[in-house]
Structures are given as structure tokens and as C-alpha cells.
């Protein structure tokens, strides 16, 4: 996962393998990037890869940030939640 700090109107991107190998990691990186602040929108094309173990990530991320906007979300991600009917997760 790729994350950048920017202004208080930003925009989280992530990216890379969201998988069970590195989900815990991931994990990590995310806590620690919301501690420092919750980003307005967040990217999702830059994912190149998901499995289950992403997807209960993406979950978590909506609960607990129901109103920022997931925005872009890329192909594996896309083909990933129309599989598992899952495409509302990306409404706000």
C-alpha cells in the first residue's frame, strides 16, 4: 500500500496487494494513517490485487469511516466486489 500525506481536503490513495499475506501490514499503515488524518476521499486504483483478507480491510475502512467518499476503485477491486455483490460498499 502506497499512502501519501497531503492538505486537510486529501485524498488517501492506496495501493498494491491488498492480500493475506500482507494484512497485516496493511493494517498497520492504515491505523497509522488515520491517526494522522481522515482524508475526504480515498483511491482505490492503485490496488492491484484482492482477496478476502482485503476485503474485510475495505469493510473495516467503511465502518469506520462511513462518510468518506472510496473513490476509483480498479479493476481487480471492481471485478472482486461484483463477485461477492458487494458494489454498494463504494456508495455514500
Do not use: W, Y
Not at 2 to 16: C, V
Request: aromatic share 2%; with cysteine; net charge negative.
Amino acid at each position: 500500500m502506497s499512502a501519501t500525506h497531503l492538505p486537510p481536503d486529501t485524498t488517501l490513495k492506496l495501493g498494491g496487494a491488498f492480500t493475506i499475506e500482507r494484512a497485516a501490514e496493511l493494517h498497520a499503515l492504515l491505523l497509522h494513517e488515520l491517526q494522522q488524518q481522515v482524508p475526504e476521499t480515498i483511491s482505490l486504483e492503485g490496488i492491484s490485487e484482492i482477496d478476502c483478507s482485503g476485503l474485510q480491510l475495505l469493510i473495516a475502512l467503511r465502518r469506520q469511516l462511513p462518510t468518506v467518499q472510496l473513490i476509483a476503485p480498479s479493476p481487480a477491486l471492481e471485478q472482486m466486489l461484483a463477485r461477492v455483490r458487494l458494489t454498494s460498499l463504494l456508495d455514500n
